[in-house]
């Protein structure tokens, strides 16, 4: 939640404390410190405070609402309204942890603190980041100021999905274009998600045989994983959903609906095979965009990220044991770290419990070769196919199918729309954000 550029600057840190009633394991005094509150840093120190005896825990996070972000997706389908997937922050604050309502602005490992958007150093003995990622509208020229109005929308933002309900309610037909970035982003199944279920709304309200709806994409393909490639290719087959693959958004021209795409092609040159950019200009009725995703910037600048290779800017753990790579008292989870394909709230259901038990380990200074427990990369992606349709995608980091039902997850199910509408959001509120499940 602090990944979305909120921060009451130099607001007094509020602080939560009640008595621990229930029966905790671990006795420990380390201060820990988990920088954000949102789906992972919530999940993690419910976890920790259910797992330790008077829990020192401390939560740094500036956000008063706590927003089910898988539930963007159904806002903007017309599924749910926007105060179905918001909550009090203060509701989900862990009644041991003490919560710290600013921002961190650095991380200063060698001294074991992190500096607040208030100016105080917050020292920690075990640290657990955890801030989610930045959304980069500013990347796409001409955007400023257009998002949910001149035929512009993004599911992205809470508000911004209420908008795109509106104008994919409201669509009379025509160019209908729905994008993908060239940076890793949260829950990359989203934006084929909301295109399809704006394709069932253009079919009800009989505008669709109108409307040209086309998916332009910076990757190479529909899907990242092999098995779900075949499978969404033919539902996009038949909703006659144009593919445009190597087209990279890079700038709106609201005032002429024009949307302005970097294309990567490949030619011949003499004896070798190179690639070229141009641009392409596509006009639009309905853009829906995707912005370019980062690791916030205080990360991205801070001895904690990756300085180079794929992973350049997101945090610099051990993709197995979600340890950091430099500073053994630092963990981190959830979409800041440098694993693209796991950027899920069901990837942190995984990674959570992975990191309370190696956290504990190494507060009892067991050795991690022999104590910790590995990450296996598993996530999921609910992949809305159409109205009351899903397809479970279940992958690790093998990127097979590792479906958690006995049944082939690369088939539209009507089970899995019900588990995304109903199941998900309870399993969210009263199990993960609890530290149950």
Not at 120 to 146: K, M, R, S, T, W
Not at 268 to 285: F, L
């Amino acid at each position: 939640m602090q990944s979305e550029g909120q921060s009451l600057g130099q607001s007094t840190p509020h602080t939560i404390e009640a008595p621990v009633t229930s029966t905790h394991l671990t006795p420990t005094s380390a201060r820990i410190v988990i920088v954000g509150g949102g789906t992972a840093g919530i999940t993690v120190a419910a976890r920790l405070c259910r797992a330790i005896k008077n829990p020192n825990v401390t939560i740094i996070e500036p956000s008063e609402q706590h927003v089910y972000q898988p539930g963007q997706t159904l806002v903007g389908g017309g599924v749910f309204t926007h105060d179905q997937i918001v909550r009090n922050e203060r509701d989900y604050i862990p009644n041991a942890a003490r919560w710290m309502k600013e921002s961190v602005v650095a991380f200063l490992p060698e001294q074991n603190a992190v500096v607040t958007s208030g100016g105080q150093n917050i020292g920690y003995d075990y640290l657990i980041v955890a801030p989610g990622l930045q959304l980069n509208f500013d990347q796409i020229a001409g955007l400023e100021g257009h998002l949910g109005k001149d035929g512009i929308c993004s599911i992205y933002t809470l508000n911004d999905a209420v908008h795109t309900w509106r104008m994919i309610d409201e669509f009379k037909g025509g160019n209908a274009i729905f994008t993908f970035p060239a940076t890793p982003i949260k829950c990359a199944g989203a934006p084929q998600k909301i295109m399809y279920m704006a394709d069932d709304t253009f079919r009800r309200h009989g505008v669709r045989v109108d409307s040209h709806v086309m998916f332009a994409t910076a990757g190479l393909r529909i899907f990242g994983i092999d098995a779900y490639v075949g499978p969404l290719n033919r539902v996009a087959d038949r909703k006659k959903i144009e593919r445009k693959y190597q087209h990279q958004l890079v700038e709106v021209r609201p005032g002429k609906k024009e949307a302005v795409f970097t294309v990567t092609r490949e030619k011949i040159q003499g004896d070798q095979r190179v690639q070229e950019k141009i641009q392409e200009v596509m006009p639009y009725d309905l853009l829906h965009v995707v912005p370019p995703m980062s690791a916030p910037t205080f990360v991205q600048t801070s001895p904690l990220a990756h300085m180079e290779g794929p992973d350049k800017g997101w945090l610099k753990v051990d993709r197995f044991t979600l340890q950091h790579l430099d500073y053994p008292n630092i963990f981190g989870l959830g979409d800041v770290i440098g694993v693209a394909l796991t950027k899920t709230g069901a990837a942190i259901r995984k990674q959570a419990p992975i990191i309370v038990h190696n956290l504990l380990a190494a507060i009892d200074g067991r050795d991690p070769a022999a104590s910790f427990q590995k990450y296996t990369g598993y996530t999921s992606c609910p992949l809305i196919t159409g109205y009351r349709k899903l397809i479970l995608a279940e992958f690790d980091y093998s990127g097979k199918p590792v479906p958690s039902f006995p049944w082939d997850s690369t088939k539209e199910r009507i089970s899995g729309w019900m588990l995304k509408v109903y199941g998900l959001p309870t399993l969210y509120w009263h199990g993960m954000l609890r530290g149950l499940v």
